[in-house]
């Protein structure tokens, strides 16, 4: 019988999405080493050390460095900011590794496009991290849809509530608030769901509208006297829900250990000092965020499938509608909290049935519970033999990633985009 060896991990940043890859890896030793990290953090790497329980663990404090060591692991994690995916992508392909590649797979078309390329030339293997193909809520939408029980798909309605602090947190006061530093927020948080309507869809989509702004988190919106920070005596902070001081309270688990590295071990007193200088600790209405706070697309597929998808700040949740000729299946985060189920499925003359799914580790079904189903299938992925299809491989994201970017398109020209031309467009520009 073939000896069956653990797959080597090297994480190329050490935040928070790396640390809970490793997490999950760390339990599975007979599947996954977790051999080395890179991260200008050194705190960062350092826990990620202690996460590995490998005594030959090799942090690094750059790239350069690790890409240095030859042969260091088979699989590398790219975990940093979205707008550093794209360059360490291409080295690790050029090296020769198969990679695990944080989402958004890069900033710019012509990019994406090029990683996709790179893979295929290099021979290896890209793996996105789109949690949600893995989350047993999406699993089961899809097991619906291809049962037949929908019989033809004739509509698609998706929408995400990215919730209020969430938002402020990430696309006001955070990595992700001004476009030009990060990606759109139909890429930066909502390319997930250009994926998964996508895949569920099964068909490309052929052109696209789309609609949305910022309007809500501006600075004529503060309060009066509402001063730059947080920290310097709000007139309306006991009352406001974005108080920053809240991160030395009921929002100190998990939003400031994503941003903080101390969180957990400092006090009151030194939260509310590194809040003085932080980005964290500003004014919500007093920031330099251009990221939309809505938005809406309007799709069409091939066949005729039609779909839309909202985005907005103040919800909180995912939620689906599949319009089939056979029924109906509605579901979501409002259905799972209220309802007792979290789908349920309405067929055109018969019996209503409804149904109830479990994340494989206990977790959070709708998204959360993703995560070990992604690192799971990461072990399948790679190890498959040659030419085996692949569940997350770059050539079946690569699509949702271009309606993504068309949608944005869509939204500043106010045209209707051809998914097609657009992205022969942008082909050319290579």
């Known amino acids: 019988m073939k000896e069956v060896k653990p797959l080597r991990i090297a994480c190329i940043g050490c935040?928070?999405?790396?640390?809970?890859?490793?997490?999950?890896?760390?339990?599975?030793?007979?599947?996954?080493?977790?051999v080395a990290g890179a991260d200008l953090v050194p705190e960062r790497v350092e826990k990620m050390r202690k996460i590995s329980n490998n005594p030959g663990f090799q942090g690094f404090s750059d790239i350069d460095k690790l890409f240095a060591v030859k042969n260091l692991a088979d699989v590398i994690i790219i975990a940093t900011q979205d707008n550093y995916h794209y360059i360490?992508?291409?080295?690790?392909?050029?090296?020769?590794?198969?990679?695990?590649?944080?989402?958004?797979?890069?900033?710019?078309?012509?990019?994406?496009?090029?990683?996709?390329?790179?893979?295929?030339?290099?021979?290896?293997r890209v793996m996105v991290c789109f949690v949600l193909r893995f989350a047993a809520f999406y699993r089961k939408v899809k097991?619906?849809?291809d049962s037949g029980a929908l019989g033809e798909i004739v509509?698609?309605?998706?929408?995400?509530?990215?919730?209020?602090?969430?938002?402020?947190?990430?696309?006001?006061?955070?990595?992700?608030?001004?476009?030009?530093?990060?990606?759109?927020?139909?890429?930066?948080?909502?390319?997930?769901?250009?994926?998964?309507v996508y895949w569920l869809v099964g068909r490309r989509c052929r052109k696209i509208a789309s609609f949305g702004s910022l309007e809500y988190f501006r600075s004529e919106r503060a309060p009066a006297g509402a001063p730059a920070r947080c920290t310097d005596g709000c007139p309306v902070g006991k009352e406001c829900p974005y108080n920053a001081l809240r991160y030395a309270g009921d929002m100190r688990d998990p939003w400031l250990g994503m941003v903080y590295d101390r969180a957990q071990e400092a006090s009151p007193e030194a939260i509310t000092s590194w809040l003085k200088t932080s980005p964290w600790g500003r004014c919500v209405y007093h920031c330099d965020n251009d990221a939309v706070d809505r938005q809406v697309l309007a799709m069409e597929f091939e066949g005729g499938?039609?779909?839309?998808?909202?985005?907005?700040?103040?919800?909180?949740?995912?939620?689906?509608?599949?319009?089939?000729?056979?029924?109906?299946?509605?579901?979501?985060?409002?259905?799972?909290?209220?309802?007792g189920s979290h789908l349920v499925l309405i067929p055109h003359e018969g019996e209503v049935s409804r149904y109830t799914v479990q994340a494989e580790d206990g977790g959070y079904e709708l998204h959360g519970g993703g995560d070990p189903g992604l690192v799971n299938a990461l072990y399948e992925e790679m190890t498959k033999p040659d030419g085996a299809p692949l569940e997350a491989a770059i050539s079946s994201t690569v699509h949702g990633h271009i309606i993504g970017f068309a949608a944005e398109e869509a939204r500043q020209t106010g045209q209707t985009v051809d998914i097609e031309q657009f992205q022969k467009m942008h082909l050319k520009k290579k």
């Open 15 to 34: 935040g928070a999405r790396a640390q809970t890859y490793t997490q999950l890896m760390v339990k599975r030793p007979d599947r996954f080493q977790v």
């Open 88 to 124: 360490p992508c291409g080295r690790a392909l050029e090296l020769g590794y198969n990679v695990l590649l944080e989402k958004p797979i890069a900033t710019q078309v012509d990019q994406v496009l090029e990683v996709e390329r790179l893979a295929l030339r290099a021979n290896r």
């Open 143 to 145: 097991e619906i849809i």
């Open 155 to 196: 509509s698609i309605q998706a929408n995400e509530g990215v919730m209020p602090w969430h938002q402020a947190h990430s696309f006001v006061r955070g990595h992700w608030s001004v476009v030009g530093k990060s990606s759109p927020m139909i890429l930066s948080k909502c390319c997930h769901d250009t994926d998964i």
């Open 305 to 339: 499938v039609t779909g839309t998808f909202t985005m907005t700040a103040f919800a909180y949740g995912r939620h689906i509608e599949v319009y089939g000729t056979r029924g109906v299946l509605k579901g979501g985060e409002t259905y799972r909290q209220h309802f």
